[in-house]
């Protein structure tokens, strides 16, 4: 029987890759409380779950009105 090999944790490098965000970035979440981490020896490891649920509560982008074109010809 093959086992499910998908990972349920990631560490903080492999959160970054997998989110775009900066290692410090996600430090300051963790020590605010708003995404939560767990060690494992020295080691710190977000749970999937918990990564989605930090991602969700993220605001949202607003679309804005498009900037009008501005051609370097103008003077």
Do not use: F
């Not at 090999?5 to 708003?34: D, F, N």
């Not at 981490?37 to 498009?66: F, M, Q």
């Amino acid at each position: 029987m093959v086992e499910n090999t998908r990972k349920i944790a990631l560490s903080i490098r492999e959160c970054t890759s997998l989110v775009g965000v900066g290692r410090s970035y996600l430090y300051l979440e963790i020590a605010a409380g708003r995404l939560v981490a767990k060690k494992a020896g020295r080691r710190t490891i977000v749970s999937l779950h918990d990564l989605n649920e930090w991602l969700s509560t993220l605001p949202n982008v607003l679309a804005s009105a498009p900037k009008p074109h501005r051609s370097k010809l103008q003077t």
